[in-house]
């Protein structure tokens, strides 16, 4: 029995997602943990990253999150051509990045109200 199309378009989707997360954290990691930042390895970086992003075939996102992370990675790649000094690169992306999460956390974790008051009926 064939896939259905909705599975395609979905299984699509997720690659898509997973090619951006790979690439953002692959990135990041490599700005975080780099002893020696060079303009010509980051370059070098983002070439090896493309040649695995570039496989997978751009779908459009409608989430905010998502958004943002494929905005991000498309000014990691414009930043590969641009004469930029590399601190200035390593400070706009690592805060872009810390940005995103931020925003990622800021719905899963809510504080609780009058905590006290949630739990008073159970004595």
């Known amino acids: 029995m064939a896939a259905s199309k909705k599975a395609i378009e979905n299984s699509n989707r997720l690659r898509y997602i997973r090619a951006l997360e790979r690439f953002h954290k692959s990135i990041i990691s490599y700005l975080n943990n780099s002893d020696t930042l060079t303009k010509e390895r980051y370059d070098k970086k983002i070439d090896n990253a493309l040649k695995?992003?570039?496989r997978v075939e751009e779908i459009a996102l409608y989430k905010g999150d998502l958004q943002?992370?494929?905005?991000l990675v498309k000014k990691m790649i414009a930043y590969k051509e641009s004469s930029e000094d590399i601190d200035n690169i390593?400070?706009?992306?690592?805060?872009?990045?810390n940005q995103l999460d931020k925003s990622k956390n800021a719905?899963?974790?809510k504080k609780d109200k009058h905590?006290?008051?949630k739990y008073a009926d159970w004595e």
């Open 52 to 54: 695995l992003y570039q």
């Open 90 to 97: 390593k400070e706009d992306l690592l805060y872009s990045s």
């Open 68 to 71: 943002d992370l494929q905005k």
């Open 107 to 109: 719905r899963r974790y």
């Open 115 to 117: 905590s006290k008051s």
